[in-house]
């Protein structure tokens, strides 16, 4: 009975009962089911064909013999009438397994003489072990038998299909009520309920905060182990998903009982199992690759950051991964001994270069790797992504189901070229580098004349265009010269890698300065804009400044027909050298509405020389010492940045209370106060938690938001 079992278990497993060919159409079996019930029924116990057993079937001849199509016909008429539905799927079957069409003649003739032997009840039981030339007549019993275990086997496929699209349907579902919120927030920016408690309640508690602690944008650590947390939002998203995928996954996989196909119920369930997994793995792929595309409409459509889609990319990709373990691990365990053999079809290879593939991305894709070899991750990601496609679709072409592999090369070769077009249109010029500080390089870009009215906010990719780096692409925030709208400018940390390899180049160059050719893929901007209120507030953290005063800059042009708003900027900065890179900005600040408050975290040498201006009160200074001196200390011994020029600005030190600030802020505001952060990850938490914090305890004032650090790395 054991060799019995494995023998059925191979044929199965073989998949020799499904259609194979390739580029095959995605096949729906309901119609076919009864056939395909019927078809292995009658080989059982008769054969047709010499080189045909009921492990391996020649399609071709058994559709081109009378008897086998009459013993067929019969048993799909064992109810009494030859419905028009079971003779089309017998037409189907011969169509896609054999390669024959049928004619409705050649279905008639064969029905009249099974009707005519009908009453040789003799013919029941043939054999197998010598080829005949008659039908054969089934029990009933048996048939019902034979069609509730291909119905559950076949309609499998048919129901993981379904369920696939289920799991679209959710996202669908998940995407078209963001954009429908983030769109009517930004058509209707005057919000009459935003300030009630059921609507503040829902911001502060879902979509703002982070999961449970503060920690969203900030890594946690354990070791090697690193990693940064998804937002609540996007926590429940994504457990609503992985319910959804379990449930759909074990869904209808229960046993038939006495199956004559599997014998057990085990190897029944685990057929059904690894099945399901394999196809809504392969249909999960398309969303995966849509997720990570830098040019994804669906952020334009919900208004979603970058960051939001790669997250989603992460957790579905790693779903996807143990979908195709189970899979691969469920179908070694019934290949059983049959395994060496059946490994050497190619399908099965492909599939096991697909699996190592995608392995491999899991792996080398974690947050310590990526930080750390960030250029090696790009690489091995583009090879083994490549590597994953051409397995998978190899793996799936003879089954129908590389109709699903399709769009990911869509998805993936359609964002490819849309990124070339961006850099071909932009242009190759040349930059202006400096190093203006021991961590910190600036880059000046000129920009084509597409780019120097739009007023852009958002971020670009460089390629910095030397042998060894012309395939990187590095992402910055970018902000307009404020001296000249046709230049570009980024401000980019030393870190390793390519950054690392920039700054020893400027550190033996003159004055720090280099002149390189890049190529900019972008702009890509910021998918949600900031609604005017009363009083708003940006934050910025070292670098951090270039997107903010971007941002500030632009709402500067929004007041002109809005005078009575209020615009304030915080820059937490870790010294005083930073005003000297900065200095310019900050002088063409004074000239407009703008009440700017640098905070210096270190060197309490220098100190600012203002005056608090009249509104600091609330903003955490009276924990910061002042002591007024004439100058900011110069960079490696260069000349002085004097102060005399910003008086309008105030200076403090040490940090800011950013629950003060908020709060204070909530307090002065006539009816609406807007915070914009972007900077180090901790202080954007911080100022995160402090908002929701202030929106659950002011019930008649409306609050946003706005998180502007991407963390993609």
Known sequence: MRLVTFIALFYFVDAANVPRSSNLPCIRYKDMIPTYACNYQVNVHAKYCKDTTIYKTNSTCLCNNINWLASVLGCLSCAGNLENKNIQGVKKFCRING????????????????????????????????????????????????????????????????????????????????????????????????????????????????????????????????????????????????????????????PVDDDPIYYTKNHGQLRYLVDRSGIISTMLAPLVVMFASRNNLLQWLTKWQYAR??????????????????????????????????????????GVVAIVASSLMLVQGVLYVRRRWYETFQVMHFVLGLCWLVGCAIHVNELGFVYFVYPVAIIWGTDRLVRITRILHFGFPVADLQLIANDLIKIEIPVP?????????????????????????????????????KRMVCYCKVKTGLTSDLHLNLLSEVNNNARIKVGVEGPYEVTSRIVQTNLMVFVAGGSGIAGIYQEVAFQIKGLVQNPPNCIKLIW????????????????????????????????????????????EKGIGSGKNSLRPTPSLTPLDGGASTSLSDLMSITFLYGRPDLIQLVTTSVTECESSVSFTTCGHPGMVDDLRAAVCQCMKNTPNKTIYFYDQLQVWV
């Open 572 to 615: 937490v900065v870790r010294d005083s050298s930073s005003v000297n890179w900065f200095h310019a900005e900050l002088q063409a600040l004074q000239e407009a509405s703008v009440h700017v408050m640098v905070y210096i975290t270190h060197g309490a040498e220098m100190t600012p020389v203002s005056r608090l201006a009249t509104d």
């Open 309 to 350: 889609f790669l997250t989603f990319h992460r957790w579905v990709a790693r779903v996807m991964f143990v979908l195709t373990v189970v899979h691969a691990a469920g179908y070694t365990k019934l290949l059983g001994s049959f395994y060496l053999g059946e490994m050497e079809a190619a399908y099965s290879k492909a």
């Open 99 to 254: 390669r024959v069409e049928l004619s409705q003649d050649q279905v008639w003739f064969a029905y009249q003489r099974f009707n005519d032997t009908i009453t040789n009840a003799s013919l029941t039981t043939q054999g197998t072990n010598v080829t005949i030339d008659r039908p054969v007549i089934l029990l009933s019993l048996e048939v019902e038998l034979y069609r509730k275990a291909y119905g559950k086997y076949l309609g499998n496929f048919d129901d993981s299909i379904y369920y696939g699209g289920a799991i679209y349907g959710y996202w669908a579902v998940v995407l078209v009520l963001a954009a429908t919120i983030n769109w009517s927030n930004c058509i209707f920016q005057n919000r009459a309920n935003s300030s009630k408690r059921c609507t503040r309640l829902v911001e502060s508690y879902l979509l703002l905060p982070a999961l449970a602690s503060k920690a969203h944008a900030e890594t946690l650590s354990l070791g090697p182990i690193e990693a940064t947390i998804p937002s609540r939002l996007e926590a429940l998203i994504l457990g609503m998903f992985a319910v959804l995928l379990t449930t759909m996954t074990f869904i209808n996989t229960e």
């Open 449 to 485: 004349k597409s780019w120097q009215l739009r007023g852009t906010i958002g971020y670009a990719f460089i390629h910095v265009l030397k042998p060894k780096y012309f395939w990187q692409s590095h992402s910055f925030t970018f902000m307009h010269s404020p001296t000249s709208q």
